[in-house]
């Protein structure tokens, strides 16, 4: 059975109770009454689980965490309130000043501002990498290396890592993974391919609709005999190993940014995510085919087309190889200059122009005009960023309405 068919079972049937309310409980409250002060103290020690403080917790979010978790085979969830909170989240809970992250291909524009601009104003410095810069990579690792960090699809750049190989080299050196699987939910399981920590940003296909913002990040348990976050390198966090046991990611993450950091996610949020979530493995099984139709036919007819589908790909065969169920909603078209591109977006009858992907809708956007027009010439060569280049990422409508009115709006 593929994912998509395995999860199109599990999820709905997750989400909707067998007595009672079918659409998910949504819980608001900021806070909660213990009823006495012993339950109290027991809540706050641990030894009673009731909610606490929703900052720190919210049952409906605890219920969209467990279904996150299962799709990844995690130990837990912890929800945020966007996508950057949670990669904030999964990586402030683990590092200190002083320490490195190595981040692999990519790169979402405001993850690369944050490690680039705001952790580095905290003295933890981030060294970039090509997908293919293996070796590089190796020899960058130092004591103070933490993390690893990739995103599963290169956004905007489509550029595929090799997440086995890569994660054969952060379990060699004993260095956590993590893994943005924003874009390919479901089609990608980056824990069953050796990652430690997945995070998401659910704004996107997850939900599906822009109808809510979220993130979350999934972690694995910690196993009872030897686990690369028992060394030295991660004896910050060795007293909740030692108190938690398999779920001390989860209990990091929510002591040192839940609680302290407060990037929270509410409950009307993770409702509405529910609601999108119950047909994310519907939606992406059609979009990811029609994805690679799109690609295809209009490269066939001349679009300077990036799909990693397409024969020429330098990723081509890992495309084959460890992307079976796709690579996510996106494209990118070179249409040659920024004024050919607005000329395309402007006369597309079908496409909604805006900074958003995995909608139900065909999105597209000029990539150099917005989200890295502040980024310098080498930064932009370095993201794969062109003065032409479109992002699109293909919603629900026929692959034949996409290609019909592409074709209609790139004429002159
Ligand atoms: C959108 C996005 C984010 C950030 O998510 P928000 O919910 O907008 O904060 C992070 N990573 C990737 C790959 C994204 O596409």
New binding site residues.
Partial sequence: MNRFEEFTTSIVQQIGKKEGPISPVMINSASFGYGDSETGEGIFEGSIKKPLYARVGNPTSAQLEQILASMDGGVGAVSAS????A?AMATLSLLKSGDEIISIG?L?G??YAYFSETLSRFGIVTKFFDVDELEKVEEAITPATKIIFL?SVG?PNMRLPDIAKIAQISNRHSIALMV?N??TPLSIAPLKFGADIV?Y????IITGNASA???AVVYRAIAEGDDKFKSERYRDIHPFINKMGSIALIAVAKKRALRDLGMSSNGFGSYLTMLGLETLPLRLDRIVTTVETVAKTLYAKGFNVNHPCLEHHPHHKRYLDQFSNGCGTILTLDMGSKERAFEFLNRSKLITITA??GDSRTLGLHMGSTIYRDFDDETKVFLGITPGLIRISIGLESAEAIIDDFINASKI
């Fill in positions: 966007t996508g950057m909170g990669i990519g979402f405001g993850t995103e956004n943005d924003t874009t995070v940003s659910t704004t996107k913002l979220g993130g958003n992907i």
